[in-house]
């Protein structure tokens, strides 16, 4: 009963000292930097579930006070609190709050040696499959129109070289992950198997010169394309089936 007491003492001191950080965030920015409350967000977020608490409280807060625009408040040449959350958390809860708090963080981009890197490519990376479906379902679901966009979007940063990012398209870099659930629930989002990235490449074209740079990969590289081959033969044959039946309705 005592140690229950002292855990909602320290749980309202920890509201009220983040209330009053988010009070302070009315005042003019003397040096155009993010408010402390942000910045002290970003960094209870890179803590993963050890600071789950307070990031909750944060948000909580920022939504109460109508404030969750200050979610977007970072510096351009940094991660946002969505690719944050995309590295340092393993589920799909965090992501999909901030989705709702402030869904433009979905569309954010990375800048600088990560150019174009999106949260849906973290969770590819991270091989977080629930995290992926959720982002996608949210854009979806909200009729945002825009999943086609992030499934699209090029991450062309120098800094993804000879990496599993060098596909740069999120149905490139899953196959380069060699992670088949996550290359099957992008294709059923609409992901396009004859996507081609910056240098023209599709993903055929990334899993060989993958290859090239990893020979010790050649065996996983080998199944990924056999079944990425066998995705592409029944989507012919379902193209070929449809047009058939148009031909004769």
């Known amino acids: 009963m005592e140690k229950s007491h002292k855990d909602s003492q320290g749980l309202e001191r920890m509201k009220n000292k983040y209330r009053d950080m988010l009070q302070l965030t009315d005042l003019p920015s003397q040096d155009n930097q993010p408010p402390k409350f942000i910045t002290v967000l970003r960094s209870n977020i890179t803590q993963g579930p050890a600071g789950i608490h307070h990031v909750k409280t944060q948000l909580d807060l920022l939504e109460e006070f109508e404030k969750t625009e200050l979610l977007a408040d970072y510096p351009d040449d940094e991660l946002s609190p969505m690719h944050l959350a995309a590295f340092f958390y393993e589920d799909a809860e965090m992501i999909k709050r901030l989705a709702d708090l402030c869904p433009g963080l979905i569309w954010k981009q990375r800048t600088g040696e990560y150019k174009g890197q999106t949260v849906l490519h973290i969770l590819i990376i991270r091989q977080n499959t629930d995290g992926a479906e959720a982002i996608l379902q949210y854009t979806d679901r909200k009729d945002l129109g825009r999943s086609g966009w992030l499934l699209n979007g090029k991450a062309t940063g120098s800094g993804f070289k000879k990496t599993v990012m060098m596909g740069e398209l999120p149905l490139s870099v ?68 449809k047009t058939v039946q148009l031909m004769y309705s």
């Open 174 to 241: 899953a196959a380069l992950t060699f992670n088949w659930d996550m290359v099957k629930k992008l294709d059923d989002h609409g992901a396009e198997l004859h996507g081609r990235n910056s240098h023209g490449d599709t993903v055929f074209h990334s899993l060989v010169q993958y290859a090239a740079d990893y020979p010790q990969k050649l065996t996983d590289v080998k199944t990924m394309t056999l079944k990425l081959h066998g995705l592409l033969l029944k989507k012919c044959a379902n193209l070929e089936v």
